[in-house]
């Protein structure tokens, strides 16, 4: 792809992610777009990428940002790709500073997917120097929410306008991220097209069932008790999905590199008190330190979970069905 043709391309998905912002609408009981709003999103896009001229044996090269978001790559794309994934486990996406090794490894790809909703800041400067690969937002189509308390906006102060980019706390949206995915594989590899429908129907499957188990699990908690405080603004998609209710987070914003105030701290200490809230949620890649503090001072118990990262293969949270799992049954278990 020449320099100038990648420019508008790059240009163009920056404006496909305003205007997702701008939306301002939530989400209703699905965020799964009907096909033909799915369609139109895909109309615009995927015009844009056409088929890569594969040797015989060549498999295609992509290249994931996050762990997340290669997770749900690798399970579409199996064996027809060589995937690689830019951010290693247990890294905070908010706070990655990628080496001149990722600038070599997008340079050499075919195709770079990211989780978008602005998200990866770190590629702005990466992608000036790094290769011509197309860079696909898998988040594409779907309504970012903002971050609320109590049903008011809770970032005002920090990042007006934006919305949560933790789009994956929801398996309903990474049903869009599937298809997407799919989507973009067979535009760019058209002879395993089949394979990549496969593998995405397949996927899916599990995604449905890991979502009915979510409901199920959420259930045994009264309504009155599905309070969420976590250390940054990351559940907003599960509490708008599962039916609950977000008191605050320490760094009451989408981004981990935020900073909170002394008033701030103050009022959801405030609010702990008030709402009877029993864990704060912090994640493994976030500095516990505030959260720490917080909870010394209200009595609450901190529950660790898993926000920006999957864990080792050896770990509870080595694939996205694990992690949610894992994730799920923690905040039940500190909310009963």
């Given at each position: 792809?020449?320099?100038?043709?990648?420019?508008?391309?790059?240009?163009?998905?920056?404006?496909?992610?305003?205007?997702?912002?701008?939306?301002?609408?939530?989400?209703?009981?699905?965020?799964?777009?009907?096909?033909?709003?799915?369609?139109?999103?895909?109309?615009?896009?995927?015009?844009?990428?056409?088929p890569v001229a594969l040797e015989a044996g060549e498999r295609l090269r992509v290249v994931a940002t996050t762990s997340i978001v290669a997770d749900v790559v690798a399970q579409v794309g199996g064996e027809q790709i060589a995937l690689t994934q830019l951010m290693p486990l247990?890294?905070?996406?908010?706070?990655?500073?990628?080496?001149?090794?990722?600038?070599?490894?997008?340079?050499?790809?075919?195709?770079?997917?990211?989780?978008?909703?602005?998200?990866?800041?770190?590629?702005?400067?990466?992608?000036e120097s790094a290769g011509d690969a197309p860079l696909v937002p898998v988040s594409a189509g779907i309504e970012l929410l903002p971050f609320e308390v109590n049903g008011h906006h809770g970032e005002d102060d920090h990042h007006e306008g934006e919305g949560?980019?933790?789009?994956?706390?929801?398996?309903?949206?990474?049903?869009v991220w599937v298809h997407n995915i799919e989507?973009?594989?067979s535009a760019l590899d058209p002879q395993h097209a089949e394979a990549y429908h496969?593998?995405?129907?397949?996927?899916?499957?599990e995604l449905e069932a890991l979502d009915a188990w979510i409901r199920a699990e959420v259930a045994r908690i009264p309504e009155e008790n599905r309070l969420l405080v976590t250390d940054h603004a990351s559940l907003t998609y599960f509490a708008d999905r599962y039916g609950f209710r977000q008191v605050g987070a320490v760094i009451p914003a989408t981004t981990t590199l935020a900073e909170s105030s002394?008033?701030?701290?103050?009022?959801?200490?405030?609010?702990?008190?008030?709402?009877?809230?029993?864990?704060?949620?912090?994640?493994?890649t976030v500095n516990p330190r505030l959260a720490e503090q917080i909870a010394a001072d209200t009595g609450v118990r901190l529950v660790s979970i898993y926000t920006g990262s999957l864990s080792e293969a050896n770990e509870p949270?080595?694939?996205?069905?694990?992690?949610?799992?894992?994730?799920?049954?923690?905040?039940?278990?500190g909310l009963q």
């Open positions: 792809m020449k320099p100038k043709a990648r420019l508008l391309l790059s240009l163009f998905v920056i404006a496909v992610l305003l205007s997702v912002i701008g939306s301002g609408c939530r989400t209703q009981e699905s965020n799964v777009a009907p096909d033909h709003e799915t369609e139109h999103v895909h109309a615009d896009v995927l015009p844009h990428l056409t247990g890294a905070d996406p908010h706070g990655f500073e990628p080496t001149p090794r990722d600038a070599a490894a997008i340079a050499d790809a075919h195709v770079l997917f990211i989780n978008g909703a602005g998200l990866e800041t770190f590629l702005d400067n990466l992608l949560d980019p933790h789009l994956w706390f929801d398996p309903n949206n990474v049903l989507e973009t594989l496969e593998n995405a129907e397949a996927y899916e499957a002394a008033q701030e701290l103050a009022a959801l200490q405030e609010a702990i008190g008030e709402y009877n809230v029993p864990a704060i949620f912090v994640g493994r949270a080595a694939t996205y069905l694990d992690f949610m799992r894992y994730n799920v049954t923690a905040i039940v278990e």
